[in-house]
């Protein structure tokens, strides 16, 4: 894969983590996409991530992605389907929430439709990278204000 149509991001606090989420806006999965590998104590969403760095124009494209959250404790899920479902989740957000007692917190996954995941971990550490070719994207999305 091309050095120039690679997106590798990492972030250790909270400024960081708004441009990830900014990038990671409107990416699209499926609950399968998602997992959270106790042992290695990371929480892993691969997603097809619009590619907003392009700006507007034809060069509308969509690129395979992926968000690891390390240092990670615990996740929740609310409002999402089970992890057999055939259903298309679309990310809105990544927010982090600081914890009791520092550097801990809780990253929050906000889908579209109010799904959420909260993923608890010891520390903000999250690094988004693609992980494909980008390819043409037929629609840019759009949101009501």
């Given at each position: 894969m091309s050095q120039a149509n690679t997106l590798r991001l990492m972030?250790?606090?909270a400024d960081d983590l708004k441009i990830i989420?900014?990038?990671c806006q409107d990416g699209v999965c499926k609950p399968a996409d998602i997992a959270y590998e106790a042992r290695k104590r990371r929480f892993l969403i691969e997603f097809n991530r619009f590619r907003w760095e392009n700006g507007e124009g034809d060069a509308q494209q969509r690129v395979r992605s992926a968000l690891s959250l390390e240092d990670v404790t615990g996740v929740k899920a609310r409002g999402l389907p089970?992890?057999?479902a055939?259903?298309?989740l679309s990310l809105m957000s990544v927010e982090w929430e600081e914890g009791g007692e520092a550097p801990s917190g809780q990253f929050r996954l906000i889908f579209a439709g109010d799904g959420e995941l909260v993923v608890?971990?010891?520390c903000?550490?999250?690094t988004l990278v693609?992980?494909?070719q980008p390819w043409p994207a037929k629609n840019r999305p759009a949101h009501k204000e």
């Open positions: 972030a250790v606090d989420s900014a990038a089970p992890k057999s055939d259903l298309v608890s971990a010891d903000l550490d999250a693609d992980v494909s």
